[in-house]
């Protein structure tokens, strides 16, 4: 029995599989291993280093189930497939891609129907990853692609890396070069992952959110295929991608149909993530996130937050010393200054909060709560410090007066008072008008300066909560 390598599957009747087989063999050193027929018919050759083999087969792969058993009866043995392929579109479009096979419903293109594949997430998304550095420059746009054809009956984890759309890219060689270098390169990352449900073909938004966050998917089901995902498909879609949350694309599917499946997911005890939310794991643990998440869902329900750049550098000093997620508190801003603040400089407050709150959170209808979240005393200090950034943006605004024995702040303020006006004889109309942005007015043959129509506002904030 040979070592476990990875192992590249190519296929003689697959152009793309040639070219980034011909791309595979220039890119590394390769040994030939020359008693390949003995168990295998339909094997061609395999070329094998320290750490991969390329195995070629003249049949087309999506018709080879249980093609892990043939590699391990072989002496081939493996703990991960890469698939080197061509994917095929009427658009004729120049596009890179990477997918896992499976059937939500029949079984038109290989595989079994209702069987998925078990996917390598982590690896895909270094392919693709790769994929989008290497290409630039290039015409090739990048695309994770949704589950579909098979092989579906394997027992080892399965990725395709295709190169489409049709002969142009099949054959091109810049594309054969990034392909193949993306499959060698590829290194897995411990990040979190996520079953999609929704979109197209392409993936569009999941795509974005793999080469754009911390996160990584397994099993995608398009639009098209929803009307087949059922409680089976997404148990074993959950299970063998060892996901862990999903995700709906909610734009582009009707909200029955999300609802339908919502209700699935939600029966597993699957956690649900949107995208705004996706953005915030930042490399997090996922457990420190989750923990993050539980605890704004608590505060405010099916809120947004926040996690600042502050929270990743005070967690990256601490993660290697304490239990992080028993760290976890928060403290509350007083809500009226906060709120005072927010009235008068709506854009420096939010500002104040990205640079001192670790974690801060917007409710459902658009309000910033007052209550922040961080880790242990650090969480104080930023409430503090916070507490200190309104009442300066405060000031550049108003007159406001301090009682620290009392812990009372005053915000006074003038504003043009109608009522003064009209008893100093001011008409009704452009002259009230006048007076109130500024100006001064002859009303009754007398001069009325704005200053004789302003009332002084004194508003009382006690800041001890």
Request: aromatic share 6%; proline share 3%.
């Amino acid at each position: 029995m040979k070592k476990k390598k990875i192992n590249i599957l190519c296929s003689v009747a697959d152009r793309a599989s040639q070219n980034i087989k011909i791309n595979l063999l220039k890119n590394a050193q390769w040994q030939q291993v020359q008693d390949t027929s003995k168990n295998w018919n339909d094997l061609v050759s395999v070329h094998e280093n320290e750490k991969y083999r390329i195995i070629e087969i003249q049949g087309h792969h999506i018709y080879e189930d249980r093609i892990d058993e043939k590699m391990l009866s072989s002496g081939f043995d493996t703990n991960l497939i890469i698939v080197a392929s061509k994917h095929k579109s009427n658009d004729g479009r120049s596009v890179l891609t990477a997918h896992f096979t499976g059937n939500s419903g029949s079984a038109d293109f290989g595989g079994r129907p209702k069987e998925l594949s078990i996917p390598a997430p982590r690896i895909m998304c270094s392919i693709l990853k790769n994929m989008n550095l290497m290409a630039k420059g290039t015409h090739y746009s990048i695309n994770m692609e949704s589950t579909h054809h098979g092989p579906t009956d394997l027992k080892i984890p399965m990725v395709y890396a295709e190169i489409g759309s049709s002969e142009e890219q099949w054959e091109d060689p810049v594309a054969g070069d990034i392909v193949s270098r993306s499959i060698l390169e590829a290194r897995s990352e411990d990040i979190p992952i996520g079953i999609g449900f929704g979109g197209g073909h392409y993936a569009s938004r999941q795509t974005e959110l793999i080469l754009d966050s911390q996160v990584t998917f397994g099993h995608n089901f398009p639009d098209y295929q929803l009307i087949h995902v059922d409680k089976s498909i997404i148990s074993q879609a959950f299970e063998k991608s060892k996901a862990d949350f999903v995700y709906f694309d909610r734009k582009s599917m009707s909200s029955k149909e999300r609802k339908r499946l919502m209700k699935i997911t939600d029966e597993f005890g699957y956690i649900s993530l949107r995208e705004s939310e996706i953005k915030e794991i930042k490399g997090l643990p996922w457990d420190i996130f989750i923990g993050i998440k539980l605890m704004c869902d608590q505060i405010c329900p099916e809120s947004k937050f926040t996690i600042t750049d502050q929270f990743i550098s005070t967690f990256e000093k601490v993660r290697c010393t304490k239990n992080i997620s028993k760290e976890l508190n928060s403290c509350t801003l007083n809500e009226k200054l906060l709120q005072e603040t927010i009235k008068t400089d709506k854009q420096r407050t939010i500002e104040t909060l990205e640079k001192y709150a670790p974690i801060y959170i917007e409710k459902k209808n658009g309000t910033i709560s007052n209550q922040i979240l961080g880790m242990g005393e650090d969480t104080k200090t930023a409430m503090q410090n916070v507490t200190n950034e309104c009442i300066k943006i405060l000031k550049e605004h108003y007159e406001i007066k301090y009682i620290p024995d009392e812990n009372i702040l005053y915000i006074i303020s003038e504003r043009f008072d109608p009522k003064a006006a009209k008893e100093l004889g001011v008409p009704e109309g452009p002259m009230l008008g006048e007076l109130a942005k500024g100006n001064s007015v002859v009303a009754g043959g007398k001069t009325i300066e704005p200053e004789m129509v302003r009332k002084r506002i004194k508003k009382k904030i006690l800041l001890a909560n």
